[in-house]
Protein backbone atom coordinates (compact mmCIF):
# COMPACT_ATOMS: atom_id res chain seq x y z
CA UNK A 1 0.00 0.00 0.00
CA UNK A 2 1.10 3.46 -0.27
CA UNK A 3 0.50 4.36 2.89
CA UNK A 4 3.50 1.62 3.63
CA UNK A 5 6.71 3.42 4.60
CA UNK A 6 10.26 1.24 5.06
CA UNK A 7 11.87 1.67 8.30
CA UNK A 8 15.03 -0.35 7.50
CA UNK A 9 15.63 0.14 4.02
CA UNK A 10 14.85 -3.28 2.14
CA UNK A 11 14.48 -5.29 5.41
CA UNK A 12 11.22 -3.99 7.36
CA UNK A 13 8.15 -2.30 6.76
CA UNK A 14 5.83 -0.12 8.94
CA UNK A 15 2.67 -1.87 8.11
CA UNK A 16 0.60 0.59 10.50
CA UNK A 17 2.52 3.86 10.04
CA UNK A 18 -0.96 5.53 11.74
CA UNK A 19 -0.72 3.97 14.94
CA UNK A 20 1.67 6.35 17.76
CA UNK A 21 4.92 5.45 18.68
CA UNK A 22 5.12 3.54 21.94
CA UNK A 23 5.48 5.41 25.05
CA UNK A 24 5.99 4.89 29.14
CA UNK A 25 2.48 5.06 31.22
CA UNK A 26 2.50 8.09 33.58
CA UNK A 27 1.67 5.33 35.85
CA UNK A 28 5.33 3.68 35.55
CA UNK A 29 6.63 6.60 34.83
CA UNK A 30 7.86 8.15 37.88
CA UNK A 31 9.64 4.79 38.92
CA UNK A 32 11.55 5.19 35.77
CA UNK A 33 12.36 8.91 36.38
CA UNK A 34 13.31 7.85 39.86
CA UNK A 35 15.87 5.33 38.85
CA UNK A 36 16.94 7.14 35.70
CA UNK A 37 16.53 10.78 35.73
CA UNK A 38 16.95 12.82 32.31
CA UNK A 39 19.81 15.14 32.37
CA UNK A 40 19.64 18.06 34.72
CA UNK A 41 16.33 17.07 36.44
CA UNK A 42 16.12 16.53 39.76
CA UNK A 43 15.61 12.88 40.92
CA UNK A 44 12.09 12.79 42.79
CA UNK A 45 11.38 9.55 45.15
CA UNK A 46 8.29 8.07 42.93
CA UNK A 47 6.18 8.36 46.56
CA UNK A 48 5.93 12.10 46.23
CA UNK A 49 6.47 12.14 42.38
CA UNK A 50 2.50 13.09 42.17
CA UNK A 51 2.11 15.26 44.92
CA UNK A 52 1.39 19.12 44.72
CA UNK A 53 4.22 21.25 44.03
CA UNK A 54 3.91 23.55 47.34
CA UNK A 55 7.43 23.81 47.99
CA UNK A 56 8.85 26.55 45.94
CA UNK A 57 5.53 28.49 47.00
CA UNK A 58 6.39 27.47 50.57
CA UNK A 59 7.85 30.59 52.92
CA UNK A 60 9.11 29.65 56.64
CA UNK A 61 9.53 31.88 59.50
CA UNK A 62 8.00 34.96 59.83
CA UNK A 63 7.60 38.10 58.74
CA UNK A 64 9.55 41.06 60.35
CA UNK A 65 8.12 43.97 61.44
CA UNK A 66 9.32 47.27 60.53
CA UNK A 67 10.96 48.63 63.80
CA UNK A 68 12.72 52.28 64.09
CA UNK A 69 14.29 53.45 61.07
CA UNK A 70 18.04 53.39 60.53
CA UNK A 71 17.81 57.24 60.10
CA UNK A 72 16.27 58.12 63.05
CA UNK A 73 18.68 55.83 65.12
CA UNK A 74 21.70 57.38 63.79
CA UNK A 75 20.59 61.44 63.54
CA UNK A 76 17.74 61.68 65.88
CA UNK A 77 15.33 64.57 65.40
CA UNK A 78 16.73 67.08 68.26
CA UNK A 79 14.06 67.47 71.30
CA UNK A 80 12.61 70.52 73.13
CA UNK A 81 14.05 72.48 75.95
CA UNK A 82 11.04 71.21 78.15
CA UNK A 83 11.89 67.71 77.02
CA UNK A 84 15.75 68.28 77.92
CA UNK A 85 14.75 69.75 81.63
CA UNK A 86 11.98 66.85 81.99
CA UNK A 87 14.77 64.40 81.10
CA UNK A 88 17.42 66.02 83.11
CA UNK A 89 15.01 65.60 86.11
CA UNK A 90 14.31 61.93 85.94
CA UNK A 91 18.55 61.24 85.48
CA UNK A 92 19.10 64.02 89.00
CA UNK A 93 18.33 60.90 91.32
CA UNK A 94 20.80 58.82 90.02
CA UNK A 95 24.35 59.34 92.12
CA UNK A 96 26.01 58.85 89.05
CA UNK A 97 24.73 62.26 87.36
CA UNK A 98 25.53 64.35 90.33
CA UNK A 99 29.27 62.60 91.05
CA UNK A 100 30.01 62.34 87.32
CA UNK A 101 27.59 63.78 84.76
CA UNK A 102 28.19 63.80 81.00
CA UNK A 103 30.22 66.00 79.27
CA UNK A 104 30.67 68.55 82.29
CA UNK A 105 31.98 68.42 86.36
CA UNK A 106 29.78 67.65 89.18
CA UNK A 107 28.60 70.76 91.28
CA UNK A 108 30.98 71.43 93.95
CA UNK A 109 28.64 73.54 95.99
CA UNK A 110 26.85 71.47 98.46
CA UNK A 111 30.56 70.70 99.72
CA UNK A 112 31.68 73.81 100.38
CA UNK A 113 31.05 76.63 103.18
CA UNK A 114 28.16 78.46 102.96
CA UNK A 115 28.32 81.87 101.88
CA UNK A 116 31.65 81.13 99.94
CA UNK A 117 32.00 83.08 96.48
CA UNK A 118 32.06 79.80 94.14
CA UNK A 119 33.69 81.77 91.26
CA UNK A 120 36.32 84.03 92.65
CA UNK A 121 38.24 82.07 94.86
CA UNK A 122 40.72 80.00 94.45
CA UNK A 123 42.74 77.63 96.62
CA UNK A 124 46.74 76.73 96.75
CA UNK A 125 49.79 78.86 96.06
CA UNK A 126 50.30 80.48 93.18
CA UNK A 127 53.37 78.54 90.83
CA UNK A 128 56.24 80.13 90.57
CA UNK A 129 57.47 79.27 86.84
CA UNK A 130 61.29 79.79 86.20
CA UNK A 131 62.08 77.68 82.94
CA UNK A 132 60.35 76.75 80.00
CA UNK A 133 59.61 73.35 78.97
CA UNK A 134 62.03 73.84 76.19
CA UNK A 135 65.01 74.91 78.51
CA UNK A 136 64.73 71.48 80.17
CA UNK A 137 64.35 68.96 77.35
CA UNK A 138 66.55 71.02 75.13
CA UNK A 139 68.81 73.47 76.63
CA UNK A 140 71.63 76.18 74.69
CA UNK A 141 74.05 74.74 75.61
CA UNK A 142 76.88 73.17 73.33
CA UNK A 143 77.69 69.38 73.04
CA UNK A 144 80.92 70.23 75.05
CA UNK A 145 78.71 71.66 78.17
CA UNK A 146 76.50 69.16 78.26
CA UNK A 147 79.39 66.16 78.08
CA UNK A 148 81.15 68.04 81.01
CA UNK A 149 78.24 68.96 83.37
CA UNK A 150 77.21 64.83 82.67
CA UNK A 151 80.40 63.52 83.62
CA UNK A 152 80.88 65.79 86.63
CA UNK A 153 80.17 63.66 89.83
CA UNK A 154 80.23 60.19 87.64
CA UNK A 155 82.30 58.59 90.79
CA UNK A 156 79.71 59.65 93.58
CA UNK A 157 76.95 58.11 91.43
CA UNK A 158 78.82 54.65 90.94
CA UNK A 159 78.52 54.35 94.58
CA UNK A 160 75.52 55.51 95.35
CA UNK A 161 73.36 54.54 92.53
CA UNK A 162 75.61 51.92 90.70
CA UNK A 163 75.60 53.86 87.79
CA UNK A 164 78.22 52.41 85.04
CA UNK A 165 78.32 53.78 81.31
CA UNK A 166 77.99 51.09 78.82
CA UNK A 167 80.61 49.05 78.54
CA UNK A 168 82.27 50.67 81.51
CA UNK A 169 83.70 47.65 83.80
CA UNK A 170 83.17 47.73 87.52
CA UNK A 171 86.27 48.27 89.94
CA UNK A 172 86.48 46.05 92.54
CA UNK A 173 89.07 47.59 94.41
CA UNK A 174 91.80 44.62 94.03
CA UNK A 175 95.43 45.02 95.52
CA UNK A 176 96.99 46.74 92.26
CA UNK A 177 100.49 45.04 93.12
CA UNK A 178 98.88 41.23 92.78
CA UNK A 179 96.52 41.99 90.70
CA UNK A 180 95.96 44.18 87.33
CA UNK A 181 91.91 45.12 86.70
CA UNK A 182 92.99 44.41 82.92
CA UNK A 183 93.73 40.56 83.78
CA UNK A 184 91.80 37.98 82.41
CA UNK A 185 91.82 33.99 83.36
CA UNK A 186 91.70 30.81 81.68
CA UNK A 187 92.88 29.60 78.31
CA UNK A 188 92.11 31.20 74.97
CA UNK A 189 89.27 29.52 72.92
CA UNK A 190 90.55 27.03 70.40
CA UNK A 191 89.19 28.80 66.85
CA UNK A 192 90.03 28.98 63.38
CA UNK A 193 89.46 32.03 61.30
CA UNK A 194 88.35 29.36 57.87
CA UNK A 195 85.05 29.13 59.44
CA UNK A 196 85.00 24.61 60.19
CA UNK A 197 83.69 25.01 63.49
CA UNK A 198 80.93 27.05 62.10
CA UNK A 199 80.63 24.80 59.16
CA UNK A 200 80.29 21.82 61.50
CA UNK A 201 77.76 23.66 63.63
CA UNK A 202 75.44 23.92 60.43
CA UNK A 203 74.95 20.05 60.78
CA UNK A 204 72.72 17.86 63.46
CA UNK A 205 74.42 15.78 65.65
CA UNK A 206 72.70 12.31 64.56
CA UNK A 207 73.59 13.10 60.73
CA UNK A 208 77.11 13.50 61.27
CA UNK A 209 77.17 10.08 63.24
CA UNK A 210 75.33 8.23 60.50
CA UNK A 211 77.63 9.57 58.15
CA UNK A 212 80.29 7.58 60.22
CA UNK A 213 78.17 4.87 61.22
CA UNK A 214 77.96 1.74 59.09
CA UNK A 215 75.30 1.19 56.53
CA UNK A 216 72.94 -1.24 56.85
CA UNK A 217 71.65 -3.53 53.96
CA UNK A 218 68.92 -5.65 53.77
CA UNK A 219 70.38 -8.79 53.66
CA UNK A 220 67.24 -10.10 51.02
CA UNK A 221 68.08 -6.75 48.50
CA UNK A 222 71.94 -8.09 48.83
CA UNK A 223 71.56 -11.11 48.04
CA UNK A 224 69.03 -10.08 45.13
CA UNK A 225 71.42 -7.88 43.61
CA UNK A 226 74.20 -10.73 44.17
CA UNK A 227 72.41 -13.17 42.36
CA UNK A 228 70.79 -10.98 39.23
CA UNK A 229 72.45 -7.66 38.66
CA UNK A 230 75.10 -7.59 36.49
CA UNK A 231 78.52 -6.96 37.66
CA UNK A 232 81.30 -5.42 35.49
CA UNK A 233 84.02 -8.08 34.10
CA UNK A 234 82.00 -11.21 34.97
CA UNK A 235 78.90 -13.43 33.39
CA UNK A 236 75.62 -13.60 35.24
CA UNK A 237 75.03 -16.31 36.78
CA UNK A 238 71.88 -16.98 38.62
CA UNK A 239 72.34 -20.41 39.70
CA UNK A 240 75.95 -20.07 40.89
CA UNK A 241 74.92 -21.11 44.12
CA UNK A 242 73.28 -24.22 43.40
CA UNK A 243 76.35 -25.33 41.57
CA UNK A 244 78.16 -26.76 44.06
CA UNK A 245 81.42 -27.50 42.35
CA UNK A 246 84.96 -26.29 42.05
CA UNK A 247 85.27 -22.79 39.48
CA UNK A 248 87.30 -25.46 37.26
CA UNK A 249 84.98 -27.84 36.78
CA UNK A 250 83.81 -28.81 33.52
CA UNK A 251 80.85 -30.58 32.33
CA UNK A 252 79.99 -33.01 30.34
CA UNK A 253 82.26 -36.31 28.81
CA UNK A 254 85.96 -36.48 27.57
CA UNK A 255 86.26 -37.17 23.88
CA UNK A 256 88.81 -39.50 22.96
CA UNK A 257 91.08 -38.85 19.98
CA UNK A 258 90.38 -41.16 17.27
CA UNK A 259 93.62 -43.75 16.52
CA UNK A 260 94.25 -42.05 13.92
CA UNK A 261 93.29 -38.57 14.82
Known amino acids: PDRIRPIYSGKFFDRTPCWPSLITPPEAKKYFNFRYPPAGVERVFYGRANDPQIAPYLTHGIRSKISIPANTLINPQPITTFQQKIKDKKESIYLSNRRAPLGKSH ?149 RPEEYG
Open 107 to 255: DQAPGLPKGMDTINTTFGSTVIREYSAKDVVNPPKSYEEVFKEGNEGHDLYVVSHNDYYAGEAKNRKYNPSSFHRCSMYGVPTPHFNDGRAMAKSLYWLHELQMKRGAKFVSKRADDFKEKFQHKLGRVLDPIAETMNVPPDCTFGACL
